[in-house]
């Protein structure tokens, strides 16, 4: 392979690093994450693999966006400016309890934007709302789709697109008995 040299750095590593310029010690983290230090020392050590829970409350606690954690801790020198995604090589979250399914259609969580490929089955829920930095656009695949943006509610159909200030709170819901599916572009990257 020519070029620059790919830098792999693993998940317990991304945390660690976080962890650490966040001017935090173990015992911070596990006391504002409600985890055990041991559980987070396993976890920095690529010993356990955590929830996608476990994984949210640490992003939460270091102030970085829960998904680059997800969706890999994989980091490039230099960052490369071609990312191809095989359709059958998506990195995909799926929650415990839920058929909701997000599909990473850019390499990672590391570039200036994130693409999302949404699954949302019938009557399925974002659950509560969210806010953050920068701009999201959503567009409807397939379905119905409604995103509440600010406290009002947008009905999307097949083709429809919406564009907002992600720093608005917002969520979506699937209110139909028909699979929605979703294309959802945040920049700066979010989840």
Known sequence: MVG???????????IRKARRE???TLQDLAGRSDLSISFLSQVERNLLSPSVSALKRIADVLRIPAGSLMFGAEMRSGMAGVGLVRAGSRKRVVFPDSKIVYEMLTPD????MSVLFLT???????????AHEGEDAVILL???LLVEIGGIW???GKGDSLYFNSELPHRWRNDTDSEAEVIWISTPPSF
């Open 4 to 14: 620059e040299p790919r830098v792999l750095a693993s998940l317990g590593g991304v």
């Open 154 to 156: 947008h009905a999307l």
């Open 109 to 112: 969580m590391r570039r200036r």
């Open 22 to 24: 966040a001017g935090m």
């Open 142 to 144: 397939k379905g119905r």
């Open 120 to 130: 949302a089955p019938p009557r399925a829920e974002s659950g509560p709302v969210f």
